[in-house]
């Protein structure tokens, strides 16, 4: 995994979106075994702390699951990592709603524009 | 911990003494051969040459004294005061070990240079008895038979200020280094330091050697002979200076323990 | 118990406080930036923890005990400066420290050697400023310490090795050791850290974690360091 770290956000936080992102995307399939603490921290640069506390935060929100003596592994659950995926594209769009009504358009304009970048893609493959 | 100490301090100096020793060792053995040569030789010049060689070794027992007192000198400031200072002075020792490493070590190099010597004039001796059947070790080991009769304890109180002067000499050289340390002009002020020290031990010295000599204790009625004199000047000697180093050594503790002067 | 734990500890110099009053805990598992401007005490902190320096007044514990050959043999210190012997080769002076300190392990100092190439019999004077300083590393952190102190260990390194350094320290993590890191290249070393202290002319400044801070300021440690030493400068 590439890891590039923003200045302004804890990093521990940071894993753990990048994380989410691998999973929801399949980049990271499900069931897959996760390194070790010590290895994921060497390679992303980052204190072995913080690294733990992130794997936690994934534990919690059962996108990763630990068992035992095997180590750390991507959540084989499919619902779960719908809804974890689920609530990603959520806030994406939060976010695109709260950037587009900072612009100024209302809710019919938004819908518009996306009918009509939708009609220049189709356009576009045809 | 002071084994340990011994050990790697042994191997510090043992890169610069052994070879030392060597080539003293071999200068003498060249010299020695040169002198039976030169009982062979008409030859002028080659006369000269090999006379050359022998003195070349007096000029090596010289340089040999002085380079051993230098190489002891450098180690302890070095690994002192220097950069491995924070090497040294961070090792699980305490600085009575790391102190008294250094002091015996010292010792047994300055012994090693004066038994070598000394053997190497013995070995000269020799060489000159083989020489025309100049029987020069007889009359040397009957005179110095002769002497340790009549000297008896004066030779082991003798052979004590030795080790107690080497003892002494080296403490204060590691007081004077110890003290100088704590200025920023560390070299200079050890130098100052040393020869301040030199005058303390000179006055000690002689305060308590001249009355020592009034004192009706030791007036020479009560001393029948010469020998029982000295035998007791030496030891007061000795005692002092004992009691000299002694102070020596501590000072060095202190500015060691307290006044670490390494940045 | 914190392995590192400073009492009013005081170390004036004259008239000049190099440490004024500083109270710090570090406790085990933690990677703690000392982070300051030059001239600020932070290496006159590490060698009062050392034992390199007397405090004028206060202490330092470390593991609860006073400077001393026990916590001496607890501590492994890379100083700010090479001071490696220079007659010695790394062959040498991996037995020597092996004799030294029970928790050496010659075997990794062995492994960390040939895997930068580094060769053995090669004497310090012969070796390169940078090769010094790898070696010096490999060897502090060879130890199994309680505390490691690593006085400006990316200073005036390349940036390969100063990589190499970093994630040298990770991978020697230790649950039950601490690692104080000082250092004024904050932006370098702060994804290492657990928590940051900053120092100022003797007296601590702030002290919290790496997270809480850019929690709470939504920068990095570097910048609000920046902005904090500015008031300073400016006061």
Same mark, same amino acid.
């Given at each position: 995994m590439e890891w590039k770290f923003r200045s302004d956000l804890p990093i521990y936080a940071q894993i753990v979106e990048q994380f989410r992102q691998s999973i929801v995307s399949g980049k990271l399939s499900p069931g897959q075994r996760l390194e070790s603490v010590r290895d994921l921290s060497m390679e992303a640069g980052v204190n072995p702390n913080t690294m733990q506390r992130a794997l936690q935060e994934l534990e919690r929100e059962g996108l990763v699951y630990t068992q035992r003596t095997a180590g750390r592994f991507v959540s084989e659950d499919a619902a779960v990592i719908e809804r974890g995926k689920r609530a990603m594209a959520m806030e994406k769009i939060r976010e695109f709603l709260s950037a587009m009504n900072s612009l100024g358009y209302s809710r019919e304009e938004i819908l518009s524009l996306l009918s009509e970048e939708k009609e220049e893609e189709n356009n576009a493959d045809s | 911990m002071l084994g340990k100490l011994l050990k790697h301090e042994f191997r510090a100096t043992a890169r610069m003494m052994l070879p030392m020793l060597a080539v003293l060792f071999g200068l003498n053995l060249l010299a020695d051969a040169s002198m039976l040569l030169a009982e062979h030789t008409r030859e002028g010049f080659l006369a000269f040459l090999l006379a050359l060689i022998v003195g070349l070794f007096f000029v090596g027992v010289i340089v040999a004294v002085v380079m051993t007192l230098v190489v002891l000198t450098l180690r302890f400031y070095r690994n002192f005061f220097g950069d491995e200072g924070y090497v040294t002075f961070t090792l699980p020792a305490t600085v009575h070990e790391q102190l008294w490493a250094k002091l015996l070590a010292a010792l047994v190099w300055f012994f090693a240079t004066m038994l070598e010597i000394a053997l190497c004039f013995g070995l000269m001796g020799l060489t000159l008895s083989l020489m025309q059947g100049f029987d020069f070790s007889g009359i040397v080991w009957d005179n110095l038979r002769e002497a340790l009769r009549q000297f008896g304890t004066l030779g082991l109180d003798s052979l004590f200020a030795m080790l107690i002067g080497t003892l002494v000499m080296l403490l204060q050289l590691y007081a004077a280094m110890s003290l100088g340390q704590m200025f920023s002009k560390k070299v200079l002020m050890s130098v100052v330091f040393f020869f301040a020290l030199n005058l303390v031990a000179s006055i000690l010295g002689s305060a308590v050697t001249v009355p020592a000599l009034f004192h009706p204790v030791v007036s020479p009625q009560s001393y029948p002979d010469a020998v029982r004199l000295f035998s007791h000047l030496i030891r007061s000697n000795n005692f002092t200076q004992l009691v000299f180093g002694v102070a020596l050594y501590f000072c060095s503790v202190l500015c060691l323990k307290k006044r670490l002067n390494l940045a | 118990m914190p392995i590192l734990e400073c009492r009013m500890l005081t170390k004036r110099y004259g008239e000049l406080?190099?440490?004024?009053?500083v109270n710090l805990a570090v406790e085990a598992g933690h990677v703690v930036g000392l982070l300051g401007p030059n001239g600020s005490g932070k290496t006159t902190l590490i060698k009062l923890a050392n034992g390199l320096l007397s405090p004028t007044s206060g202490e330092v514990l470390i593991g609860g005990k006073l400077p001393g050959p026990e916590t001496k043999r607890l501590v492994s210190y890379l100083p700010d400066r090479c001071c490696l012997p220079?007659?010695?080769?790394s062959e040498q002076l991996i037995d020597f420290y092996s004799d030294f300190y029970e928790d050496f392990d010659a075997a990794r100092a062995g492994e960390m050697l040939s895997h930068l190439k580094i060769?053995?019999?090669?004497?310090v004077r012969a070796m390169s400023k940078g090769t010094r300083e790898k070696v010096q590393l490999i060897l502090v952190m060879s130890r199994r310490a309680k505390l490691y102190l690593l006085d400006e *260990?990316? $200073? $005036?390194?390349?940036p390969a090795t100063r990589d190499y350094i970093l994630e040298t320290i990770i991978r020697n993590y230790d649950p039950e050791a601490a690692v104080v890191i000082s250092t004024h290249l904050i932006a370098d070393v702060? *994804?290492?850290?657990d928590e940051a202290v900053f120092i100022n002319n003797g007296r601590v400044v702030l002290q919290k974690s790496v997270d809480e801070l850019r929690a709470e300021s939504g920068k990095s440690v570097d910048e609000t360091f920046r902005e904090v030493f500015r008031c300073w400068e400016n006061s």
């Open positions: - | - | 406080a190099a440490l004024d009053g220079d007659w010695m080769n060769d053995a019999k090669m004497r *260990p990316i $200073g $005036g390194v390349d702060e *994804p290492i850290l």
